[in-house]
């Protein structure tokens, strides 16, 4: 049963970390920034919730 506990108190602490994780995306527009190279623009998304993923 205590195992069972552990294993739920985990998914939702990762739960609580994805969607903090994802409001800060949208909120801090961290999607689509452009990056100079060579005069070509690449645009880059920095997506937090890949940290949980291979965690």
């Given at each position: 049963?205590?195992?069972l506990h552990l294993i739920l108190r985990?998914?939702?602490l990762s739960m609580a970390c994805s969607i903090g994780l994802g409001?800060?995306?949208v909120?801090?527009?961290?999607s689509g920034l452009?990056?100079?190279?060579?005069g070509v623009d690449i645009y880059i998304t920095i997506y937090l919730?890949?940290?949980i993923c291979l965690w």
């Open positions: 049963m205590l195992r985990g998914w939702l409001l800060m995306t909120i801090q527009q961290w452009p990056l100079s190279f060579g919730l890949l940290l």
